[in-house]
């Protein structure tokens, strides 16, 4: 851990319920996401998935298919 522990949560993560467009690969519609909230892995469990620590829950609103992204990535 850092020295003032600001470090990290100095990634920027969406707000609850902010809405951004994208392209949907469930239905296949350009639409809206909703951001449900983020899913947070322990790093051994993150280092074995070779996932990011933090993904990113969106929920179409055409499907509502729950989408996750880690932040390595964007909704396009
Ligand atoms: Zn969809």
Redesign the pocket.
């Given at each position: 851990m850092s020295k003032n522990g600001k470090d990290m949560f100095a990634v920027h993560l969406p707000q609850i319920g902010q809405m951004q467009e994208g392209t949907?690969?469930?239905?296949?519609?350009h639409?809206d996401f909703v951001f449900i909230g983020t899913q947070q892995y322990p790093s051994r469990v993150a280092e074995k998935l070779k996932v990011a620590l933090i993904v990113q829950q969106w929920r179409?609103?055409?499907?509502?298919?729950t989408l996750s992204v880690s932040n390595a990535e964007q909704v396009a």
């Amino acid at each position: 851990m850092s020295k003032n522990g600001k470090d990290m949560f100095a990634v920027h993560l969406p707000q609850i319920g902010q809405m951004q467009e994208g392209t949907c690969a469930t239905c296949g519609q350009h639409t809206d996401f909703v951001f449900i909230g983020t899913q947070q892995y322990p790093s051994r469990v993150a280092e074995k998935l070779k996932v990011a620590l933090i993904v990113q829950q969106w929920r179409c609103t055409q499907c509502h298919t729950t989408l996750s992204v880690s932040n390595a990535e964007q909704v396009a």
